[in-house]
C-alpha cells in the first residue's frame, strides 16, 4: 500500500517535509504545549469568559451572514492566536460560531492561514 506524502512542517519558515504535523527538530517546541486544552489557556477562567460571551452573542456570525437562525456554540478566535495570550484574550478577536461552521472554519481558513501573519 502506498505511504501518505509528506508535507510541510507548520514551524513558520521550516522547509522541510514530514510524516506528522512537525518535523523532528520542532516537534518538542509544539506538541508538549497542545497536551490538553487547559494547558492551551482553556481554563475556568477561559470558561467563564466564553459563557457571558455566547450569552451576549447567541446567534452564529456566519450563518446569520447566510441568512439563518442557528444558535451559537462556540466561541472561536477570528485571528489564530497561536499562544499569544494577548490575541487570546482580546474580545474584539472573538466570533460566535455553531459547531459546524467553527469546525468548517479550523479546517479551511485555519489551517492554511497558520503562518501567513
Known amino acids: 500500500m502506498p505511504k501518505k506524502p509528506l508535507k510541510p512542517c507548520k ?3 521550516c522547509p522541510k517535509l514530514t510524516d506528522g504535523s512537525y ?12 497536551a490538553n ?6 481554563d475556568s477562567r477561559w470558561r467563564k ?5 455566547l450569552k451576549v ?23 489564530a492566536h497561536r499562544g499569544d495570550k494577548i490575541l487570546f484574550w482580546d474580545e474584539s478577536n472573538w466570533q ?3 459547531k459546524s461552521c467553527h469546525d468548517s472554519k479550523t479546517m479551511t481558513e485555519d489551517r492554511y492561514k497558520e503562518f501567513h501573519y
Open 49 to 53: 469568559a466564553r459563557n457571558r460571551f
Open 37 to 42: 486544552a487547559t494547558g492551551r489557556g482553556y
Open 96 to 98: 460566535s460560531l455553531c
Open 57 to 79: 452573542n447567541p446567534l452564529c456570525v456566519r450563518c446569520k451572514e447566510q441568512g439563518k437562525i442557528t444558535k451559537s456554540n462556540v466561541v472561536d478566535h477570528i485571528k
Open 23 to 34: 518535523c523532528d527538530e520542532h516537534k518538542e517546541l509544539h506538541v508538549k504545549n497542545r
Open 11 to 13: 514551524h513558520p519558515g
